[in-house]
């Protein structure tokens, strides 16, 4: 392994932010951002004021129901580190999206808002980290407003979240009466002032008499809380952090970029850098020579003027260079990637390299799919990158038969993204969306008149579930194909699978069939 690559992946840090709707998600990206100084990012921050960076057409569609639809990367510099922070969508029909892209960070970053505590989102979000033990950093948000108890806050998050919590900063009062925090690890106290731009008066040693001054009689409370909550409270273990075990948890107010700073000290002391990775075959560990990375994610149509598909590719080992040739091992090829992107702010970039950890983005023509692996020559397939079953199915109908053909593509690529999936019959000519979330048909109908000018609409289909077939027997499978040909079709990527139409059939058919695998996720093949 060479130096450049350990120091390279010791110095990135690649996260997600996850929250429920409203915690303070985009506010806080936002500040971040300002940190970084020059912003690079892909796709774009939700602008609720400004649409100065919406730059796709169907984000429209996100703002009019004020949901973060897409997801996108930002890269910035942070105290000499490189941040890779990648977005998730906070609503939850977008929960395929957003289960992906954590399959893509090395830690994530945890919202929540302090008056309402821990909401469902947070609660599915955290199930997903759990999946790979995510080490996870805790930011309770909106601390200007009133609030709940903090103790109790913490409480919620042990006992819901099932971690321990390790607070690290300490909210002095709330709402009107929000005075600062303290942090416990620097015996350190921030003021807060509100509306200002500098940082606040930083006072040092919680029996320093500039305390009393300040805050009277409440200098004394202070010091009385802190030691409860010491007491209290469990102290910071790195070890059972990284283990996902333990969250450290920071208070403050995103809007008012307070408490940021110290989140994102600790975020970048403590985080982890790019971590191994599992393949089918071994480990690759990020700083090997020879480069590896894998698909998460792909978008159709970023940008309107460019009328593309961007792959978003997560480098975990060695170091690309424009113009180097990789090796795509699904389908077996090298392909020279002369083109990659990465964004700075609207404008897209050239990525000229990328180290383990970061994120590149590559055009894709219809032969990238989610959970491709690129590799310099060895046949690797990263797993766990998932597709779940969907739950809601709608037979598509054309309004203007003579778009069949745009139709049919548009349907395809949007599927490629992974948030619809599309099923077409072995037996019949139908086209059969299948979603996770009910608000993904309307985005289907949105971008396929917007980015392809084909205007459509759903009919309700008799479909229950559908589930991936799979067959070690290769004349089994063929008997089942003959036998129950009615149900079956092909998936957007060309996978065979069996439509149910409801959960009866579908367990008749399973105890029919031992031999055939029914899966309700699918990892890439
Ligand atoms: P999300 O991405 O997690 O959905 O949340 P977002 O940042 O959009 O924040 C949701 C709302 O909470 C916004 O208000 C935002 O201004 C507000 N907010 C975020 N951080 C803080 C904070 O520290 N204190 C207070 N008091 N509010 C905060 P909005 O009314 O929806 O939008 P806006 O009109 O204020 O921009």
Not at 6 to 19: L, P
Not at 262 to 284: G, S
Not at 345 to 373: C, K, V, Y
Request: aromatic share 8%; glycine share 8%; hydrophobic share 40%.
């Amino acid at each position: 392994m060479s130096d450049a690559i350990t120091q390279q992946v010791n110095k990135r840090r690649t996260f997600a932010i996850i929250s429920h709707p409203d915690a303070g998600k985009t506010t806080l990206t936002e500040k971040l951002l300002l940190f970084g100084g020059a912003i690079q990012m892909a796709g774009s921050v939700k602008s609720r004021k400004t649409d100065k960076h919406a730059t796709s057409d169907w984000m429209e569609m996100e703002k009019e129901r004020g949901i973060s639809v897409t997801s996108s990367v930002m890269q910035f510099p942070y105290k000499g580190r490189v941040v890779n922070l990648l977005d998730t969508p906070g609503h939850a029909d977008f929960s395929e999206d957003t289960y992906r892209t954590l399959t893509a960070v090395d830690s994530a970053l945890m919202v929540i808002d302090s008056a309402k505590g821990v909401e469902e989102r947070t609660i599915k979000l955290m199930e997903v980290c759990r999946l790979r033990d995510t080490p996870i950093l805790t930011f309770i948000n909106k601390l200007d407003r009133e609030g709940r108890e903090p103790l109790e806050l913490l409480d919620e998050v042990e006992r819901i979240l099932n971690i321990r919590c390790a607070p690290m900063t300490w909210p002095i009062g709330m709402g009107k009466g929000f005075k600062g925090i303290f942090h416990l690890y620097h015996d350190s106290v921030r003021l807060f002032e509100p509306h200002s731009k500098d940082e606040g008066e930083l006072i040092q040693g919680l029996d320093n008499p500039r305390l009393d001054e300040l805050f009277g009689a409440m200098a004394q409370d202070l010091r009385d809380e802190i030691e409860l909550v010491r007491g209290a409270s469990d102290e910071f273990d790195l070890e059972a952090f990284l283990a996902g075990e333990m969250t450290p948890v920071f208070f403050g107010s995103a809007m008012n970029n307070f408490g940021v700073t110290e989140l994102m000290d600790a975020y970048v002391e403590y985080a982890p850098a790019p971590q191994p990775r599992q393949t089918k075959t071994r480990d690759v560990s990020p700083d090997e020579d020879v480069f590896s990375g894998f698909v998460f994610k792909i978008q159709a149509n970023m940008d309107p003027k460019h009328r593309d598909r961007i792959a978003f590719m997560r480098v975990c080992s060695g170091h690309y260079t424009k113009g180097m040739k990789l090796h795509q091992s699904r389908i077996g090829k090298d392909v020279t990637i002369a083109n990659a992107v990465t964004f700075m702010a609207a404008e897209r970039e050239q990525a000229e390299e990328a180290w383990p950890g970061d994120i590149l983005g590559l055009h894709n023509h219809g032969t990238i799919q989610i959970g491709d692996t690129f590799t310099q020559g060895e046949s690797l397939q990263f797993t766990g990158i998932p597709y779940f079953a969907p739950e809601l199915f709608r037979r598509v109908r054309l309004k203007d038969p003579l778009k069949n053909k745009a139709l049919l593509k548009g349907l395809q690529q949007l599927s490629e993204e992974g948030a619809t999936q599309l099923f077409r019959p072995l037996d019949n000519n139908d086209l059969i969306l299948g979603a996770v979330g009910v608000l993904q048909f309307d985005v289907v109908v949105h971008r396929l008149k917007g980015e392809y000018g084909v205007e459509c609409a759903y009919e309700p289909v008799q479909v229950h579930t559908a589930r991936w077939v799979y067959c070690d027997d290769d004349r089994k499978l063929e008997e089942f194909k003959r036998k129950a040909s009615l149900n079956l079709a092909l998936d957007g990527a060309g996978n065979l699978t069996y439509i149910a139409p409801s959960r009866v059939n579908l367990d008749l058919t399973m105890e029919r069939w031992p031999d055939i695998d029914f899966r309700a996720t699918r990892e890439h093949l």
